[in-house]
């Protein structure tokens, strides 16, 4: 049951994220991208079928505003509570939590 | 250099910990985890037996994962010559633990002085902005640097 796993359309969990996100920051700049191909060899991944289990995310929003880093990214983590403790769910979730402001600064 | 944590408290049969389960405040019932009272004084243990720890997948010298081996590699651009790191690839309790324990879902986590720091992208963005250097200084795992660019600035 070998699937592609590049090149794929949007999976379920990826729409879910980009739903969450968009209704809860408004990001002016959202990029999902699903990695989970780079991981299926790795200890961790045996015996996961899942396509669908790393993440990076990168999410710019005037929401962040005021917020240390860790509040920031427990904040995102928190509106995939579900999908990240089930079985076969986001495995990972590298992010990116910046403000536009702070974006200009780099 | 690698040094393994190793617990010496010995492993309890699921049944006689679970009379010890607490139950995490401010968390709703259905997505507690329920870490094992074994794998929170194990926890508590590293943190406090160590100024630095890192909760990861694997060791420092062989790290099983991209996040962990980047952490790791972190560590040690900024001098960290020992790294105690937890494998939580060896013990499923800490495992899940851990996440509970930290209120983070994710593995690696690093505590600095009994403090939660972050996880990878913490790190990677703390090491960007000097944050991560600083940090250590000021809680003695590295000693101040005269030459280092962000020291002068104060």
């Known amino acids: ?106 | 250099m690698f040094r393994p944590f190793t617990s010496n408290i010995s492993r309890l049969p699921a049944a006689a910990t679970s009379q010890f389960m607490r139950l995490p405040l401010q968390r709703p019932l259905v997505a507690a985890r329920f870490i094992t009272d074994r794998a929170r004084s194990t926890i508590d243990d590293a943190i406090k037996q160590n100024s630095l720890v890192v909760f990861m997948k694997g060791t420092p010298d062989e790290p099983m994962c991209g996040f962990s081996r980047a952490v790791v590699q972190i560590l040690q651009m900024h001098g960290v010559n020992e790294i105690v790191g937890v494998d939580c690839l060896q013990d499923p309790e800490i495992r899940e633990g851990i996440k509970e324990y930290t209120d983070w879902p994710t593995i690696p986590q690093v505590y600095v002085k009994g403090e939660f720091i972050g996880g990878c992208d913490v790190m990677v963005q703390m090491h960007q902005s000097g944050e991560l250097h600083e940090l250590l200084v000021k809680e003695g795992v590295l000693e101040a640097d005269p030459d280092a660019g962000e020291f002068k600035r104060e």
């Open chain 1, 1 to 106: 049951m070998s699937t592609l796993t590049t090149a794929k359309p949007e999976g379920p969990i990826e729409k879910i994220i980009r739903t969450r996100i968009t209704q809860q920051y408004s990001p002016t700049e959202l990029l999902v991208e699903n990695e989970s191909y780079k991981h299926r060899h790795h200890a961790p991944m045996q015996g996961v079928s899942s396509t669908e289990t790393h993440f990076r995310v990168k999410i710019i929003s005037d929401k962040f505003a005021g917020m240390p880093l860790i509040k920031r990214q427990r904040d995102v983590y928190a509106l995939f509570k579900h999908e990240m403790q089930m079985d076969g769910g986001i495995h990972a979730l590298a992010l990116v939590t910046k403000t536009p402001e702070e974006l200009k600064k780099k």
